[in-house]
């Protein structure tokens, strides 16, 4: 089993993924499941190979392609883990997903740098600001990208659909 199956598999994230899924049961905009962190995923590693961030972030972090494409993975399934907590207490889930990422990134076998590229991404991946890591800035622009705003019922009550249609157009078209 490959590190990024074994987060899969691991018992907190299950729950978390639960708890995202009670809490968002009602929810009438974009729910922060299973296939969003896929799509964030797919979108951040296709992002950095075609801009060619990919290489400089493999230089910076000593990692060949494969280890490349695994700490993104990890850093994206990874990324919204904490919404649960956001809904029950108001804490930023950035924060708090990077925080519980730790100790899941620990227990499937990714060393201490690892660990720090990946939860400086997902403490990054909210909001673009300067002086951002290459994982964070690209996690932000794939999590604008996953959601498919043209085509919502909701984008005209949604407070992140300006923001998220200037990423989409910027980056498109
Ligand atoms: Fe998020
Ligand atoms: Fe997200």
């Known amino acids: 089993m490959t590190r990024v199956e074994s987060i899969l598999e691991d018992t907190f994230y299950t729950e978390c993924m639960a708890k995202?899924?009670?809490?968002e049961e009602d929810r009438?905009?974009?729910?922060h499941n299973f296939q969003h962190f896929v799509d964030v995923a797919r979108i951040t590693y296709i992002?950095?190979?075609e801009s060619g961030?990919?290489?400089k972030f493999m230089e910076e972090n000593n990692l060949n392609l494969k280890l490349a494409k695994e700490l993104i993975y990890a850093a994206a399934l990874l990324h919204d883990i904490g919404r649960w907590k956001q809904y029950d207490t108001g804490e930023d889930h950035a924060d708090v997903s990077a925080g519980l990422a730790v100790?899941?990134?620990a227990n499937t076998g990714f060393n201490d740098s690892e660990i720090n590229v990946i939860t400086t991404g997902i403490r990054e991946h909210r909001r673009m600001?300067?002086?951002?890591?290459?994982?964070?800035?690209?996690?932000?622009?794939?999590d604008n990208l996953s959601r498919i705003c043209s085509r919502c019922a909701t984008?005209?009550?949604?407070y992140k659909?300006?923001?998220m249609e200037t990423g989409r157009r910027m980056l498109i078209y």
């Open 20 to 23: 995202i899924d009670a809490r």
């Open 28 to 31: 009438k905009f974009c729910r």
């Open 47 to 49: 992002l950095m190979l």
């Open 53 to 55: 961030a990919i290489k």
């Open 103 to 105: 100790e899941m990134l």
């Open 129 to 142: 600001t300067d002086n951002m890591s290459l994982l964070g800035e690209h996690l932000y622009m794939a």
């Open 155 to 158: 984008r005209d009550e949604c």
């Open 161 to 163: 659909f300006d923001e």
